[in-house]
């Protein structure tokens, strides 16, 4: 499966973005997916999963309460909301796609997507 993923870009603390992954390919509902960022000098970090289905989700705690994933099958992506955005959520996202149970952790996941900028300003 390829990933494409867009809607990242400039924003102020407080506002809010909607980031989009695009999948090719026709299993697409059978795919857990995943978010993650990396911010310059880090690691890249897990911050959101959601199971095929779109029946359980998941969350890195500093996100929680702050940022959705939800998936929509018919249109092969995923979304995730990110409201109340903060100067430490600025990192470029990566979404990814696994055929094996959903993960929180990097290496549970198959397929990766290109990235998108994230910056918010204080």
């Known amino acids: 499966v390829q990933l494409q993923a867009s809607g990242g870009g400039l924003v102020q603390a407080g506002d809010s973005l909607r980031l989009s992954c695009a999948a090719s390919?026709?299993?697409?509902?059978?795919?857990?997916l995943g978010w993650f960022r990396q911010a310059p000098g880090k690691e890249r970090e897990f911050v959101a999963a959601?199971?095929?289905?779109?029946?359980?989700?998941y969350y890195a705690d500093s996100v929680k309460g702050r940022f959705t994933i939800s998936r929509d099958n018919a249109k092969n992506t995923v979304y995730l909301q990110m409201n109340s955005l903060k100067p430490e959520d600025t990192a470029v996202y990566y979404c990814?796609?696994?055929?094996?149970?959903?993960?929180?952790?990097?290496?549970?996941?198959?397929?990766w997507g290109q990235g998108t900028q994230v910056t918010v300003s204080s």
């Open positions: 990814a796609a696994t055929v094996r149970v959903v993960s929180t952790t990097r290496r549970g996941y198959d397929y």
């Open positions: 959601i199971n095929w289905s779109g029946d359980n989700t």
């Open positions: 390919g026709r299993t697409f509902s059978t795919y857990a």
